[in-house]
């Protein structure tokens, strides 16, 4: 697989494997050696970033990461992130950026990715109760250390990516952003690039509904995230948005493609250090997203997707998750 590079020479394959479905938000959950064999795969396929993080299960998926990933060690970029409290020393599930915190986790990463170094360590979340160049100069003594290689933020705003950059070189910042979310175009696309800091999206295929897989009678099981999403919950919304699918799946008939490749080749085309993460736990939709890689859309193709001026309907988070977004 071609290769890409994020900001400070992080170079990672086009395409990365997000890992946190395998054990939290999409149950039912497979075997947990079924995905160690899946993420083994996917190094076969050439993939070498693959994203976890402490609170999913949690620990359970940076264990599997861990396991998964340790006979290829030195092969592989290994993102993980730090960020809430999951010890209840503020409250269960807060935000929690403090020094002490971030040192701790970080050393707990450590041993649940079974490494002597994590390659790249966002901040989760923005903390508004940390400054961010305290954050910022924590990783900065853990990258002096040899722990941490790279210095990553997450659904952070333009002011906050600017002044932790100032103290810290940012390498990634990793949001959401697909075709039904496009809002990191109009400020954070420009200032990555002014800073010459790499954009690695989450859920690019539109939390499974650009696949064309989802319509409008689809239920997800009992615990399923979408169940909470207003986008999925709400059903005009979810007619609405069906205009995606159906742009998509014309453009692939016409290239012997699949709607999900369509929608990764164009998150791919956007820019050279844009590197999407599609998480799965099947392995035909594992090389199914790896294949985007190869389709190349044409000035005509990615001009129709413009043309179309899709607007999404319905909120991508419930309220309480949307106040923990930075702005």
Do not use: K
């Given at each position: 697989m071609d290769k890409r590079t994020l900001g400070g020479g992080l170079e990672v394959s086009a395409i990365g494997l997000g890992c946190m479905g395998m054990s939290t938000a999409f149950p039912p959950f497979p075997d947990k050696q079924e995905m160690v064999s899946l993420i083994r795969t996917a190094v076969d396929r050439g993939v070498t970033f693959f994203d976890t993080e402490q609170v999913y299960g949690p620990f359970t998926n940076e264990e599997l990461v861990?396991?998964?990933?340790?006979?290829?060690r030195d092969r592989v970029v290994i993102a993980t992130k730090f960020g809430f409290d999951l010890e209840g020393a503020i409250g269960p599930g807060a935000l929690d950026s403090r020094p002490d915190t971030i040192r701790r986790s970080v050393e707990e990463s450590l041993k649940r990715l079974r490494t002597d170094r994590i390659d790249l360590l966002y901040q989760h979340r923005v903390d508004p109760n940390v400054p961010i160049e305290e954050v910022a100069g924590t990783i900065k003594e853990l990258i002096e250390q040899g722990k941490v290689r790279h210095f990553g933020l997450s659904e952070a705003g333009v002011q906050?990516?600017?002044?932790?950059?100032?103290?810290?070189?940012?390498?990634?910042?990793?949001?959401e952003y697909s075709l039904w979310w496009r809002e990191p175009e109009a400020a954070i696309l420009p200032t990555l690039e002014e800073l010459g800091i790499g954009f690695v999206p989450f859920s690019p295929l539109g939390k499974g509904f650009l696949t064309g897989t989802i319509d409008r009678s689809t239920e997800f099981s009992n615990g399923d995230f979408r169940n909470t999403v207003p986008r999925f919950t709400d059903q005009e919304a979810r007619e609405s948005n069906l205009a995606f699918v159906e742009l998509l799946t014309r453009i692939a008939n016409e290239k012997d493609a699949t709607p999900a490749q369509v929608a990764l080749a164009w998150l791919l085309a956007q820019k050279p250090w844009v590197v999407p993460i599609p998480g799965t736990t099947k392995l035909h939709r594992l090389e199914e997203n790896l294949a985007a890689a190869d389709i190349e859309l044409t000035p005509e193709e990615m001009r129709e997707i413009e043309d179309a001026q899709i607007e999404a309907r319905g909120a991508r988070y419930t309220e309480a998750a949307q106040r923990m977004i930075d702005r």
């Open positions: 861990g396991e998964a990933l340790e006979p290829v906050t990516i600017r002044r932790a950059h100032a103290e810290q070189p940012v390498s990634a910042l990793q949001s």
